[in-house]
Structures are given as structure tokens and as C-alpha cells.
């Protein structure tokens, strides 16, 4: 099946730098052994079988598609593979499984947004009985390499596991070294102290600003429930205590009204990740909070100024904690799925250490593995610098979900999100978030207490 294009108006041209990761991908070479003679595992016993593999368009994807061919002649099976931008994925995703007969055998899933739903659906197979069956298992696949905090965000309160994860998303601050360096400041020690640096560092009549970040309803959540979570709390605990209006709260809100009010770019209310990607690319800013995945075009030449000047850090501690806000996705097998036991093959393939290591290596993402960093050191070159690594390496030691995990996520980023925006106009935070929990209180009530 034909990929389709994600973001073709992109000024980065985001197309051009996922095109050079799966160039990278492919010129990756690792002294590793074949895993069909790994341990003498059978690879080749679904030969001829024919597997629909549906995908959210992501560079993971990209990587997965070019090396198609591998799969294939490991395994004798023939692999039809589909991409699609995020939200119409996502709306096919749940029109298929409503269906009750979904067309594809493995399927990408997000569980920062989709935990929730599919806790109460059980629409995918619970790996957990195939995982520990050595003759569906390879030995090499080694689930205890997965990082710790994963497995955690894998597995559901009833032990359900699901997904494996393929990347994991960190937040992360990008920082223009040569702005920094010119004014003299260093690097923020405290979420505090991002205000101020951003303030010291923002000069607007230069094209230059101190901050820059999503402000678009929605989307621009990450940054607080990170900032939140350094207050020491979480906006909606496992138990479902709410915590939107506390004291705290309304500080890390503070926190983000001012950075986006005071020192971002005008028109930011509107900015999703690639309009901040773009304005820091370009050296317009000194400072992005947003994911570790989004780092791979600042270090291409063709579309970025800024290649070289980046610094690459862990999110500063606030007054309780250092936390770096966890999202992820991974791959799945529909509980109706006919052919479950080539599915799992695909996603042992598909989640294995040579596969995580060239997409760390490429920048395809962060791998949840352990060994990927470690074998990576191996490797001749990566696209991104070992000072990105470093930070994945660290936030991973420190991570905690960004969303809660509850089926109205969606819901929940949407409402809060309005209020983030009408903080960023000049609203009242303390009186936004009031607002914004009375209103969303009724759909949590509904959706995760009945």
C-alpha cells in the first residue's frame, strides 16, 4: 500500500529529513548475528502467510518500511504495510476495531491517548501468554531490556500487556548555545530559573526570543503537566483525585503563561510543534520545550541554521522533583486477529535490539531498550549528536507519564488546553483552570467511574 505524505507544507521539510534518517538506517551495518540463527529459532514457520501492518506515519514507520525486505526473507511471509498522518490513522483505528473485524494483523498504537480506551474495549491481545511461550519467543527478543518506567506505562492496572513500545518521547529543552553564549547566560538549574534566562535572553527587536513552544489548544498540554509534575503532583492521579486547581497547579499554569505571554513569538497561541520546530530551527529562539523526537531536522544543513549551535538537556528540576513528561507508542495485535502468531514474529522483528539501535542511531526516535545505547557507541556515525543521546539516556531515569491515563484524555487536553491558550491571551490562570475542571469533572465522572 502507498505511503501517504505527512505534512507536505512543511517548511522544514520534514519529508527530506525522514528521507535522510532512512538513508542512515540503511547504511547502518552492526556485527550482530541473523536472529534465524540466533538460538535456532524457527522464523520460517508461517512461510507464505501475508501480513497487513497499518502504521501512523512517523519516522519508526519510515524505518520499518525500508527494511520490508528483511522481515521477508527472514520469515517467507510478504508484509503489506500502510502509513497515515496521525489523526486520520486514528479514526480508522477506531472505526475498524468498532467494527468488529479489522483489517490489519499488527497495528501502531499511542497509549499516552489510547490507554485508557483500550483497558475498557479490550480490542488488542494481551501479549502476555504468547511473550512467555519459548516457542513463539525468540531468546534474543530479552523483555527485560526494556527500561523500567516503559514496562510500567505498558502494562495495565489488571497486568494486561498490550503493546510493546517501539519509541519513547521525552521532554526535553533544546537551547541555542551561540544565543546563550552571547549574553553570558548558562543553562537553567531550575524551572525558575527558565523564566528568568528566558527574559534575559529574549530580544524581540532582533528577531530573537527567550522562549518558544505549543500554544495551540490541545497540543500545548505537554508543557504543563510537565511543569506540574516538578510541583510534585500530577493534574489527574491513577485513582482519579483531581488536582487542576491546587496551589501547584496554578504555579506551573504561572510558569507557562509567562514564558509564552512574555517571551515567545506573537501569533504562538496558534503554534503546534512545527511552527515552534520552524522559529527555532531558524535561530529565532533560545529556547523549545517540547519531545526528544523532534530533534532530527535541526541537524540537517538544508533546512536548518542552528545545525552544530544545539544544546540538548533534561528538563531542570522544579521546587518537589526532576521530571521529564513520558509519551510513547509501540505495536499491537487485535484480539481477532486470525493470524496472531505471524503478527508476533513482525513485532519481535519490528521491536528488536539491531532494529532500536538503527533507530537511534538514524534519529528516528528513542528506543525503550536498554542496549540500543550501549550498541549504538558501535556505530560509525549517528545523525544525532551523543549530547542528544546523553538526555534520552538521563530523562529515561526520570520519567513519568505526561497524560493521565484515562479514556477521556482526549477530552481532557482539549478543555485544559482552551484554558492554556486563553492564559497565553492574558486570562487569569488560577480563574482558567477553575473553569476548565468544572466543565471537565461531568465527562470524567461519565467515562471513568461508571
Not at 501492518?53 to 504495510?81: C, I
Not at 508476533?344 to 528488536?352: E, T
Request: hydrophobic letters at 40%; a neutral charge; glycine letters at 8%.
Amino acid at each position: 500500500m502507498a505511503s501517504i505524505e505527512l505534512c507536505p507544507g512543511n517548511r522544514l521539510s520534514r519529508r527530506r529529513a525522514l528521507q535522510a534518517g532512512a538513508a542512515a538506517f540503511a547504511a547502518t551495518s552492526f556485527a550482530t548475528r541473523s536472529p534465524a540463527r540466533a538460538a535456532g529459532f524457527d522464523w520460517q514457520r508461517y512461510k507464505g502467510e501475508h501480513l497487513e501492518v497499518y502504521l501512523s506515519k512517523n519516522p519508526r514507520g519510515d524505518l520499518l518500511l525500508a527494511a520490508n525486505r528483511e522481515f521477508e526473507e527472514l520469515t517467507g511471509m510478504r508484509v503489506s504495510a500502510e502509513q497515515v498522518p496521525e489523526q486520520q490513522f486514528r479514526q480508522k483505528f477506531t472505526l475498524e476495531f468498532a467494527s468488529g473485524h479489522p483489517s490489519f494483523d499488527v497495528v501502531g498504537v499511542a497509549p499516552h491517548v489510547q490507554k485508557g480506551m483500550l483497558a475498557k474495549t479490550k480490542w488488542l491481545l494481551d501479549l502476555r501468554g504468547i511473550l512467555a511461550d519459548p516457542q513463539m519467543t525468540s531468546p534474543d527478543f530479552d523483555i527485560a531490556d526494556f527500561a523500567g518506567p516503559v514496562m510500567r506505562f505498558s502494562a495495565h492496572p489488571d497486568g494486561n500487556l498490550y503493546t510493546i513500545m517501539q519509541n519513547v518521547d521525552y521532554s526535553i529543552i533544546f537551547w541555542n548555545k551561540e544565543i546563550f553564549a552571547e549574553k553570558g547566560i548558562a543553562y537553567p538549574r531550575s524551572l525558575s530559573e527558565l523564566a528568568d534566562a528566558a527574559k534575559a535572553l529574549h530580544d524581540p527587536k532582533r528577531g530573537i526570543y527567550g522562549w518558544v513552544g505549543r500554544g495551540l489548544k490541545n497540543a500545548n498540554m505537554s508543557a504543563w503537566c510537565c511543569f506540574m509534575m516538578g510541583w510534585g503532583q500530577n493534574g489527574i492521579d491513577p485513582d482519579l483525585t483531581v488536582h487542576t486547581t491546587t496551589p501547584k497547579a496554578v504555579a506551573a499554569a504561572e510558569l507557562y503563561q509567562t514564558l509564552m505571554r512574555n517571551y515567545s513569538p506573537p501569533g504562538s497561541v496558534g503554534f503546534n510543534w512545527y511552527e515552534s520546530q520552524n522559529t527555532f530551527s531558524q535561530g529565532r529562539a533560545a529556547m523549545w520545550f517540547d519531545s526528544t523526537g523532534f530533534a532530527q531536522p535541526l541537524e540537517d544543513p538544508a533546512s536548518s541554521k542552528v545545525v552544530g549551535k544545539v544544546g540538548y538537556s533534561v528538563v531542570p528540576p522544579g521546587p518537589a522533583a526532576q521530571v521529564s513528561g513520558l509519551t510513547a507508542d509501540g505495536l499491537s495485535i487485535p484480539a481477532a486477529c486470525p493470524r496472531k502468531g505471524a503478527a508476533w514474529l513482525y513485532i519481535q522483528w519490528a521491536c528488536s535490539k539491531d532494529m532500536m539501535t538503527r533507530q537511534l542511531v538514524s534519529g528516528a526516535g528513542a528506543p525503550p531498550r536498554a542496549s540500543a545505547f550501549d550498541r549504538a557507541k558501535a556505530a560509525p556515525k549517528t545523525v544525532l549528536p551523543a549530547e542528544w543521546i546523553e538526555a534520552v539516556r538521563v530523562s529515561a531515569t526520570i520519567a513519568r507519564p505526561q497524560y493521565p491515563q484515562i479514556v477521556a484524555v482526549t477530552e481532557y487536553r482539549d478543555i485544559f488546553g482552551i484554558a492554556l491558550s486563553n492564559m497565553i491571551l492574558g486570562a487569569d490562570p488560577a480563574t482558567e483552570l477553575a473553569k476548565a475542571t468544572k466543565e471537565f469533572l461531568p465527562i470524567m465522572e461519565r467515562t471513568e467511574k461508571t
